[in-house]
């Protein structure tokens, strides 16, 4: 295992032009400025590309407000992100921990906290897999690569200072440590509704949403897309929001409940709490199940 020292602060940045971070990413306009890990700038709909700012523009805003600097995973892009949460024992990165740093072999930094690791490649995201799974040592892994962000410090570990392509090993480590994900199947449902759009993505069915609200001629509820940004939209508690969104995604989604799931994860909505276990399901799967059970409209159209 190996001992380290951190000083850096979550909002500290340490060289006066962002030489710390990797030249790689700077050449994506996807950072956000955020606070307490929260999103500054912008402070909403960070998730649109249109949004995000130059790392120039970021950074700058970071010094001047003392915020932190951050960087998006896009459905478009080519990055992914691996996410080591408390894997420090004993003041040590665990031997597991550096093990899939070693095999992934890219761009890797300390996180703010100093008991985490950040390590970002090119690659894609396993759909067969959750996007969270514990560790054997210690901790746990997170894994994205659309619609979330990482708070990077710029403090780079052991010389990983370089994004690389490592699609078989960002593969090969998904496989080792996420759990696969779980099939949703609802016999009441398949009986009563037409066999889901396979290849409908979760940006279809959010470019659909807003073609049909800006129309104004028909009659949507509004709120999906507030709810679809990580707002409540006037519900009083999170998990109420996510039942209204589940709720709406039933019907955009077709009864489609893989998809259902896909664009939840791609929301502003999505955050770790949707992997928690309840029992032997998830909390995501389990919203899914009861909105399944209860609902019956279905959108009848064509995605954009």
């Known amino acids: 295992m190996s001992r380290f020292t951190f000083s850096a602060q979550p909002n500290s940045h340490n060289s006066t032009d962002g030489g710390d971070y990797p030249e790689r990413l700077k050449q994506f306009d996807q950072w956000v400025v955020t606070?307490?890990?929260?999103?500054m700038h912008p402070?909403?709909?960070?998730?649109?590309?249109?949004?995000q700012l130059t790392f120039e523009h970021a950074y700058q805003k970071a010094?001047?407000?003392?915020?932190?600097?951050a960087f998006c995973f896009m459905q478009d892009g080519p990055f992914i992100g691996f996410d080591l949460d408390d894997v420090v024992t004993n003041g040590r990165f665990t031997q597991e921990a550096l093990d899939f740093v070693s095999r992934l072999d890219s761009y890797t930094e300390v996180s703010s906290s100093g008991t985490g690791l950040h390590v970002i490649a090119e690659g894609s995201f396993d759909d067969e897999r959750k996007h969270r799974g514990p560790l054997n040592e210690a901790g746990h892994i997170e894994v994205y690569d659309n619609g979330r962000y990482f708070l990077l410090t710029g403090a780079v570990y052991n010389e990983h200072d370089d994004v690389v392509a490592a699609p078989l090993w960002v593969t090969s480590v998904q496989r080792d440590v996420l759990p696969p994900k779980q099939r949703f199947t609802f016999r009441e449902v398949e009986n009563t509704v037409s066999p889901p759009d396979t290849d409908v993505t979760p940006q279809q069915v959010y470019q659909?949403?807003?073609a049909y609200v800006k129309s104004g001629e028909h009659d949507v509820d509004r709120d999906v897309l507030s709810l679809w940004e990580g707002g409540l939209a006037g519900r009083s508690s999170e998990s109420e929001a996510d039942m209204a969104f589940i709720s709406q995604l039933y019907y955009w989604g077709k009864a489609d409940a893989g998809l259902m799931d896909e664009c939840f994860r791609a929301s502003g909505r999505m955050r770790p709490k949707w992997d928690d276990t309840r029992g032997e399901q998830?909390?995501?799967?389990l919203t899914i199940a009861k909105v399944c059970e209860s609902s019956t409209d279905i959108f009848g159209g064509d995605y954009v």
């Open 43 to 51: 402070s909403s709909g960070w998730q649109k590309g249109s949004n």
């Open 63 to 69: 010094i001047e407000v003392g915020g932190g600097l």
């Open 208 to 210: 659909t949403i807003r």
């Open 35 to 39: 606070s307490d890990k929260k999103p």
């Open 282 to 285: 998830t909390y995501g799967g």
